[in-house]
């Protein structure tokens, strides 16, 4: 743990509980290192912290419909990128039908995420079905295809150079959110050895140092007869995600992330209960998040804090850009009109600035910046 220079004070008219009992009348931005884990500052603005009148510069925050990209024939390495820096590549991929080429990245550890179709992961652990929802940690170096039963769509994040490891969760102990229990892993099973059957040429694409190498066997290479060890593909659906809450307090992001790499995280969100407590917020507080690039994929739901967002958009927030609800959102601030959210998203926060790729240019939704613009 760093040693933070040490100041705890509070200053003019200020509610001494972040995210409750705000003065009549004013917007709370937090300002704070680490993501929401470190040192914070909670200001108390008379104007919420959005409500520009221009904007101009690269901080300007974007939206792609992801959905509208075209479908591809090619394997994974032919997927669209979407963000990229030196340890993450995000891609959005969709896969029109069953792989014809085995893949394998020697770049690094690829998390899967399926956001509309189904099929079947052949990998050299076994078999595995995937379905919305789904999460699949693919470690670096293993060689896989899916086998689709229908067109499929799906996030992929490269831990670059990195693994994925799971969240020290705290004072909650590691059974909470979701226990390791609920970790499938694939199966030499029946559809698995089945496949095996197959006697044709296969071709592997492996990629390395982003570029792809062509491997040909004259024969299936998925027939392992049997494994043993403590690394495996592993899969978890969200609808097994029991997220933390407060009735009394908003929590930040941080509390529902899932997946860590060395310099990034991936967080999920799902349906939970609404704060009740009456001076506690209801909607995302504003942030600048200085410290993190921000991504959000949705995938299912009604974006409680968002308008004109709709499953399958992936929005970006550089570190440094001010954000937080969207005018609508923020008339219910302190009372919300149903119990419960109805959200699916998954977010990657990444602890260097990323790039944009240009293949998602085509689909951006440029008026995005200007979306905060409705008088509350
Ligand atoms: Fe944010």
Redesign the pocket.
Known sequence: MKRYIPVSRVEGNASRQAHCDLPEGTYEREMSKEGFFGPAAFFHHRHPPTGWSDFTGPLQPRAFDLAKLPAGAGGPWAAHEALVNAHCRIRYWRLGGSMERLARNADGDDLLFVHSGRGDLHCDFGHLGVEPGDYVVLPRGTMWRIDCASPMELLMVEATNASYTLPDKGLVGNHAIFDAALLDAPKLDAAFTAQQGDSRAWTVEVKRRNQVSLITYPYNPLDVLGWHGELSVVRINVRDFRPLMSHRYHLP?SAHTTFLSNRFVVCTFVPRPFETDPGALKV?FF?N?DDYD?V?FYHAGDFFSRDNIHPGMMTF?PGGFT??PHPKALTRMLKQDKPVTDEVAVMIDTRDPLDVADAVREVEWKEYVHSWKAAP
Request: net charge negative; proline share 22%.
């Open positions: 992001p995302p942030h998040n921000e959000l927030h954000h937080g």
